[in-house]
């Protein structure tokens, strides 16, 4: 467990310093990392460094790591969309994964499958959620993005225990 979180930690890090100035030419970014507690049992640990440009394409890469009941779960994934609420400092992030290592013999999601969370950069506290997948709602990471859902009073969000969330609208 040391050496995942240390090396989580060097991904962290190394996101954040290659993060760009947010609104610099119109572009956006997102980049984040820590602990979170789902269902306010499973700690789920999390990392991300996302940038849009003014064309609309998006760069980055996410890596989410739980264990649950007994398995283990490790998804990296490549961005492929990102959506702002500026005023609230939120974000949706969606991408493909390209690496799912896994205990569970049936995981239920395969490389290449879309993948989706969303974040929110908040003074009283930041919150993320575990990642989505093909659903009745939305099929692709692009539909997710686009339809930007946000329940009310932060529903399905978790408070980021220990790590930070930054969000910068273009």
Known sequence: MRIRRSAAMLILAALLIAAPVAGA??????????WFLYAGTVPMQFGFGA???PDGSVDGSFHHFYVNDGFT????GTL???SFDAVNHRAWIGGVLTKLTSTDPA???????DAWFRVL???DGDRSTPMGFANDLFQTSQ????????????AR???VTSGQIKVDAP
């Open 107 to 113: 995981p239920g999601v395969s490389v290449g499958d």
């Open 157 to 159: 969000t978790h408070p």
């Open 73 to 76: 779960y490790d998804f990296w």
């Open 121 to 123: 950069d908040s003074p």
């Open 80 to 82: 492929t969309c990102m």
């Open 51 to 53: 940038v849009t440009h």
């Open 143 to 154: 539909e997710y993005c686009d339809g930007m859902p946000w329940p009310e009073g932060n």
């Open 25 to 34: 030419n119109g572009e956006g970014s997102a980049i984040g990392g820590g």
